[in-house]
């Protein structure tokens, strides 16, 4: 059964930085391209950032572009979001995914 488990989130002041973590199991990871997306209080789903099966190419929404980096290292089944300057507006629950198949969330609590 394929499974992805979030961490990494925290509470962190503004310009801060976090690093995320998404470790993938019960599939082969490298074969599949894997997204970011946040929901923050209150406010819908926002798809953050993706990355393609290599690692090799990625995207990002336009309110994260320059400040967050998403990577992964298939040798151990992970993936990251690099967050750096971050803005109370990032606050959210941060998931990864894989298709249908959703990590359970991590909280990212933005406040000075």
């Known amino acids: 059964e394929a499974q992805l488990v979030e961490s990494g989130g925290d509470l962190v002041q503004p310009g801060g930085s976090l690093r995320l973590s998404c470790a993938a199991s019960g599939f082969t990871f490298s074969a599949y391209a894997m997204t970011w997306v946040r929901q923050a209080p209150g406010k819908g789903l926002e798809w953050v950032s993706g990355?393609?099966?290599?690692?090799?190419?990625?995207t990002y929404a336009d309110s994260v572009k320059g400040r967050f980096t998403i990577s992964r290292d298939n040798t151990i089944n992970t993936l990251y979001l690099q967050m750096n300057s971050l803005k109370l507006e990032d606050m959210a629950v941060y998931y990864c995914k894989r298709g249908a198949v959703w990590g359970q969330g991590t909280q990212v609590t933005v406040s000075s």
């Open positions: 990355i393609n099966n290599g690692g090799s190419s990625t």
